[in-house]
């Protein structure tokens, strides 16, 4: 049986006297795959950061099995002035193992070669962070994620404003870190269809509702109509999950 | 020559703070810019001079009272002459600072709104303050209020070169926190790092930079030191370590060679150096334009 790595137990979540999300219990295992879809404002972000521990829960209690996180942010908050190159960003995932006072060792320079080589941008390491195209900037904060040796990896909202290719190659690239390394994955995304077709599990999420399972019980057209407010359909063509909208006459 | 020489036996000192003030601000601009708060530098100056001004309010007898603990003649002890000011211009900037480092989490305001408020309230409370105080004539106690660079003497001088060194070496030895928080706080604290309290400590070190060069050389001096020589870096540098060479350099060269500018043409120290800055900026920015 899996281990849990992270516990919530009748967990209220929101930001001051603004509860978002109430009575909320799941685990997460290990090597478990979790897509988070839900509509904006539904609380995945706040969802996030409790689970994070950035964010104190507003009641209830979050159990981590002293476990090391590797988050990647949205692309569009890190837009740094300074020319760092993917280099010295990937070398921050290091900084929180090191001691307060003690420089990179050649043993974290071979671990950050290692994590750009394992996202496929090794011969990026001595570009410039602000000039990579959206795909080559994600791709660099997985590594920087990667470097810290993660027991979960954390990604929020990981596809957002890609092109169709790039979209899709970060897609097999995050499946593919799940599948090789047994590495628990947590995706936040706003694009069911994306999520649905890579994760094990789904948690749904809409104004004070909360629902985690399998794929198959989570995605129910009755369900989605409660999220959304709209009617989908859902259908499996080829193995894979596609989500319509149904339109009205 | 002989002018360069009259100006080193006349202000010495001067000439060695403005070098001192110039690199401490282009140092702290870097960081100030990349945290796109820009404002934080031009209000941490107004908040200064609103301590100065409180402090000739003379509500407290802090230098009697440090005095009488230590046994010092405060009339005949440099650098307890002006204990006063220089305590509240960094206590106001520390509060403003311990404020302004805890807002970034909140959601009704900008940090922009907060540093605009901040900006104006000082200036009113300066003016209350300068209104109120028994010393002096108001015009006199303003030209008081804001330093100049002529007037460095050896122990403003001490102050900032200790100063300088000091924010320095924290900024060296704790490099890998302070760049990680200021270039995405959320991940940092994600992967165990205490943002709130780096980014704290970020913002202490840039209210002691401000708050006791805006002292000495000028709220305009500081506020152009900040922005001007870190953008020129930005502008050069193809890597960190040539952004912080290139505006250090410039922070720390640009106010000697004005003070031989406004000596030659009688001209105001720290207006000048403002001036050769922005003229440096402009032909960098066309000649970036133009060639790349």
Redesign the interface.
């Known amino acids: 049986m899996n281990n849990e790595i992270i516990k919530f137990t009748d967990v209220s979540i929101g930001?001051g006297k603004k509860r978002i999300l109430e009575n909320i219990y799941f685990s997460i295992l290990e090597n478990d795959f979790i897509g988070i879809v839900g509509p904006n404002g539904s609380g995945k972000t706040t969802l996030l950061k409790t689970l994070?521990?950035?964010l104190r829960p507003l009641a209830g209690e979050v159990t981590r099995n002293k476990v090391?996180?590797?988050?990647?942010?949205q692309r569009d908050?890190?837009q740094?002035?300074?020319?760092?190159?993917v280099r010295?960003?990937v070398m921050?995932?290091r900084?929180?193992l090191?001691g307060?006072?003690s420089?990179p060792h050649k043993a974290d320079e071979e671990i950050v070669d290692r994590c750009l080589s394992h996202v496929g941008i090794e011969d990026l390491k001595n570009h410039?962070y602000n000039r990579l195209s959206g795909g080559q900037r994600q791709r660099t904060l997985i590594a920087?994620?990667l470097a810290?040796q993660p027991k979960i990896l954390?990604l929020d909202e990981p596809t957002n404003g890609m092109d169709t290719p790039s979209h899709y190659s970060l897609l097999e690239l995050i499946s593919h870190l799940h599948d090789e390394s047994s590495l628990t994955v947590l995706i936040v995304s706003h694009l069911l269809t994306d999520v649905a077709n890579i994760v094990k599990r789904l948690i749904l999420l809409e104004r004070n509702h909360f629902q985690i399972g399998n794929i198959e019980d989570i995605l129910s057209e009755d369900n989605l109509q409660k999220t959304y407010s709209s009617d989908f359909s859902v259908s499996k063509i080829n193995g894979e999950y596609l989500i319509s909208s149904k339109k009205k006459v | 020559m002989e002018t360069i020489q009259q100006l080193i036996e006349l202000f010495p000192y001067a000439i060695l703070g403005s070098i001192v003030a110039g690199f401490i601000c282009a140092f702290l601009g870097?960081f100030v810019?990349?945290q796109?708060v820009v404002f934080l530098g031009a209000s941490l100056t107004q908040v200064s001079i609103a301590g100065v001004a409180f402090s000739f309010l003379h509500l407290l007898n802090l230098e009697g009272f440090i005095a009488g603990i230590f046994n010092i003649d405060v009339e005949h002890n440099a650098f307890f002459h002006n204990f006063e000011p220089a305590f509240y211009s960094l206590a106001f900037a520390f509060i403003c600072v311990l404020i302004f480092s805890q807002t970034y989490r909140q959601?009704y305001i900008t940090q922009d709104g907060i540093l605009g408020m901040i900006f104006v309230i000082s200036i009113a409370l300066r003016i209350i303050f300068i209104q109120k105080s028994p010393a002096a004539e108001v015009s006199e106690i303003e030209y008081i209020l804001k330093g100049d660079i002529l007037f460095i003497g050896q122990t403003q001088f001490i102050i900032l070169l200790a100063a300088t060194l000091l924010t320095v070496l924290v900024f060296v030895?704790?490099q890998?926190?302070l760049?990680?928080v200021t270039?995405?706080p959320?991940?940092?604290?994600?992967?165990?790092?205490n943002a709130r309290f780096w980014l704290l400590i970020f913002y202490l070190f840039v209210g002691m930079g401000i708050s006791l060069t805006t002292r000495f050389v000028g709220d305009v001096f500081v506020f152009a030191f900040l922005i001007i020589p870190s953008s020129i870096g930005?502008l050069i540098?193809?890597?960190?370590s040539?952004?912080f060479l290139v505006s250090v350099l410039i922070g720390a060269i640009i106010p000697p060679v004005s003070l031989y500018f406004a000596f030659i043409f009688d001209f105001s120290s720290g207006p000048t150096a403002v001036v050769l800055a922005f003229i440096i900026f402009i032909i960098t920015f066309l000649s970036k334009k133009i060639f790349t």
């Open positions: 930001y994070l521990g950035n090391q996180f590797g988050y990647v942010p908050l890190v740094p002035l300074l020319p760092y190159s010295d960003v921050m995932g900084y929180s090191m307060t006072m420089n410039n920087r994620a810290v954390i | 870097i810019i990349s796109r959601k030895i704790f890998k926190q760049k990680f270039f995405d959320e991940t940092a604290m994600a992967h165990g790092i930005i540098g193809k890597k960190i040539q952004v």
